[in-house]
Each structure stands twice: as structure tokens, then as C-alpha cells.
């Protein structure tokens, strides 16, 4: 389990992210998006499905692997309807009254989960110096548990980095969930650089 000093750290790492993908999601839809305050854990892989809701809940999942000094995978989960609502609120405003196809939600959809798990990785890059690259997302619909089936390869007592925060865009709220799976051992270099690994 993490110490205090651990999770002040990741703590730091989660609300600087937040902070960073309020402000890049403002400046897209030239509107104020506030983030409620993150809620950070660390757990394992096998604990994190019935932390996140019930199998059969309803996600749109982008997948992304994470290469570099800290190698791993990220998975940014939102609620389905909420975030398809959100991008077609998006569209509108940027865009005007248009038909949506679905090619352009979903690419939307990406983009915006890119900017999310983007702002997070910059947060985590500039509070540690660890080099970090994600690839480029892949999207999927479906329960949860259909999301986790593109981990197969996560062992079930690998540490999970876990952020859980709502965006609010006037009187729209969007569930999301951001998941950092470090590979075995890739924790640890993380939490040294901040100087409070065990």
C-alpha cells in the first residue's frame, strides 16, 4: 500500500493534470469546463473493475500503451451517453447545426480523450523528468468489462494508477476515469523521483 508522502505525490500529479485538462478543453469549446476535484488511489489491476462501476455499465474506452522510461498502458473510461451528449454539444458549438455521423463523434471523442490523458502524462513528465510517449488511441463502446478485455496481458496484482473526476460544462456533467497501468516495476521508478518510494 502507499504511504501518505506516496499519495501526496500522485495526489499532486492527478490535480496539476486536472488543472491543465479543464484549461485545454475551455479553450476548445470556448466556454469554462471545471473539473470537481480529483479522487486519486492506487490499487491492483484485479481490484479495479468493481471500483469503477458494474460490468455491464455502459463506456466509451480509449486505449493507448505509454512508451518510455515508465512503460505501460492508460485507458481514459467515460459513461457513454454523457460523453456522446457532450460531443455533440461540442460539434454544435464549434461547428454549427450539421448531421453528426458517427465517424465524427467517435473521432471527437478521441480527441478529446487524447487532450484528457495528454494533460495528465504532461503533469506526471514535468513533476518527475521521466520520459513518456502515448501512442495514438484506439475507441471502443461496450460494458466495461468488454474495455478490459484489451488488457489481457495485465497481471491481477500489477499496481493501477486511478483518477476519478467529473467535468462540468454549465449543466452538463461528464463521468470520466483515468487509468495509468505502469508495467510491473514501473511504479516504483516513478514514485522514487519524487523521493518517497519505499
Excluded at 62 to 82: C, I
Excluded at 135 to 163: E, K, N, W
Amino acid at each position: 500500500m502507499l504511504n501518505e508522502l506516496q499519495r501526496d505525490a500522485l495526489k499532486e500529479v492527478g490535480n496539476i493534470g486536472a488543472g491543465h485538462a479543464a484549461t485545454a478543453l475551455s479553450q476548445l469549446l470556448n466556454t469554462t469546463v471545471k473539473l470537481s476535484e480529483p479522487r486519486i488511489d492506487v490499487l491492483k489491476f484485479r481490484d479495479l473493475s468493481s471500483r469503477i462501476g458494474a460490468p455491464d455499465r455502459s463506456v466509451a474506452a480509449l486505449h493507448m500503451y505509454v512508451r518510455g522510461e515508465a512503460p505501460g498502458q492508460m485507458v481514459v473510461l467515460f459513461d457513454r451517453d454523457q460523453s456522446l451528449e457532450f460531443v455533440h454539444v461540442f460539434i454544435k458549438r464549434i461547428i454549427g447545426d450539421i448531421q453528426i455521423f458517427d465517424s465524427i463523434a467517435d473521432s471527437t471523442l478521441k480527441e478529446l480523450g487524447n487532450i484528457i490523458a495528454g494533460s495528465y502524462l504532461t503533469a506526471l513528465i514535468s513533476l518527475t523528468g521521466i520520459n513518456l510517449l502515448p501512442s495514438v488511441p484506439t475507441l471502443s463502446y461496450g460494458t466495461i468489462q468488454a474495455a478490459f478485455r484489451t488488457l489481457m496481458s495485465i497481471l491481477p496484482d500489477q499496481d493501477v494508477f486511478l483518477i476519478e473526476s467529473q467535468f462540468l460544462d454549465t449543466d452538463r456533467t461528464v463521468s470520466g476515469q483515468f487509468i495509468l497501468i505502469p508495467e510491473t516495476g514501473s511504479l516504483q521508478p516513478l514514485l522514487s523521483v519524487f523521493g518517497v518510494n519505499d
